[in-house]
Nanobody, 117 residues
Framework: QVQLVESGGGLVQSGGSLRLSCAASGIIFSRYDMSWYRQAPGKQRELVAGIRSSGSRNYADSAKGRFTITRDYASNTVYLQMRSLEPEDTDVYYC???????????WGQGTQVTVSS
């Protein structure tokens, strides 16, 4: 059974930092590209940052220079370090795992990030 368990969300003041974690189980971690998405109520889920099984990374323009995505193969965990947070970053953040061969994808339950001004 595949599980993606996110943690690390919360309330932070503008300019602050948070680190989101996503612990994966039930998958061969090295065979999955991992990503973080965000979603506001009534809006489509959008990519924030991704890290491939190869280690290459990509970021949404809004995340470049402020967010860093990393993955730890020892713990099967992907992280999103978020700095210089702004109220516009407020959303529910979701972890995604996508198999590099068959493209099957899984989602975590989401973690709320709220940035106060």
């Amino acid at each position: 059974q595949v599980q993606l368990v996110e943690s690390g969300g919360g309330l932070v003041q503008s300019g602050g930092s948070l680190r989101l974690s996503c612990a994966a189980s039930g998958i061969i971690f090295s065979r999955y590209d991992m990503s973080w998405y965000r979603q506001a109520p009534g809006k489509q889920r959008e990519l924030v940052a991704g890290i491939r099984s190869s280690g290459s990374r990509n970021y949404a323009d809004s995340a470049k220079g402020r967010f860093t995505i990393t993955r730890d193969y020892a713990s099967n965990t992907v992280y999103l370090q978020m700095r210089s947070l702004e109220p516009e970053d407020t959303d529910v953040y979701y972890c995604n795992a996508r198999n590099i061969e068959n493209l099957n994808a899984y989602w975590g339950q989401g973690t709320q990030v709220t940035v106060s001004s």
